[in-house]
C-alpha cells in the first residue's frame, strides 16, 4: 500500500511563493514517477509538474514553466514542489500523485493519490 500526504498549502499574495511538500509511504517510492496536478473550482482537474524516478528528467505544464520547480528527495520518501511568483489564476486544490508507468502527463496514468491541499492567491 503506497500513501500520499501533501502539505505546505496557504494563503499568499500574488508575487509570492510557497513550496508543497508530499510525503510518499511504501518501499517503492524510488521507482515511481511523481506528479503534482491541480483543480481550480469549477474546472478540470489538470496536470502542472512531474519527475522521474531517478530526478533527471522533470516536466511542467506551459502555465507554470519558469515559476514551479519539482523535485525530489529519495532519501527522504518526498518530492517537493517550488512555486514562486504565484498568481490567483494558481488557485486549486494541489494534488501529488505517484505513476508506475504511463504518460506522465496524463492524470489516469497515475495509481495514488494524495488528499490535496489548497492553496489561495489572493491579488
Known amino acids: 500500500q503506497v500513501q500520499l500526504v501533501e502539505s505546505g498549502g496557504g494563503l499568499v499574495q500574488a508575487g509570492g511563493s510557497l513550496r508543497l511538500s508530499c510525503v510518499v509511504s511504501?518501499?517503492?517510492?524510488?521507482?515511481?514517477?511523481m506528479g503534482w496536478f491541480r483543480r481550480a473550482p469549477g474546472k478540470e482537474r489538470e496536470f502542472v509538474a512531474a519527475?522521474?524516478?531517478?530526478?533527471?528528467?522533470?516536466y511542467y505544464a506551459d502555465s507554470v514553466k519558469g515559476r514551479f520547480t519539482i523535485s525530489r528527495d529519495n532519501a527522504k520518501n518526498t518530492v517537493y514542489l517550488q512555486m514562486n511568483s504565484l498568481k490567483s489564476e494558481d488557485t486549486a486544490v494541489y494534488y501529488c500523485?505517484?505513476?508506475?508507468?504511463?504518460?506522465?502527463?496524463?492524470?489516469?496514468?497515475?495509481?495514488?493519490w494524495g488528499q490535496g491541499t489548497q492553496v489561495t492567491v489572493s491579488s
Open positions: 500523485a505517484a505513476q508506475r508507468n504511463g504518460n506522465i502527463y496524463r492524470s489516469p496514468d497515475y495509481d495514488y
Open positions: 511504501g518501499r517503492t517510492f524510488t521507482t515511481y514517477a
Open positions: 519527475i522521474r524516478w531517478s530526478g533527471g528528467s522533470t
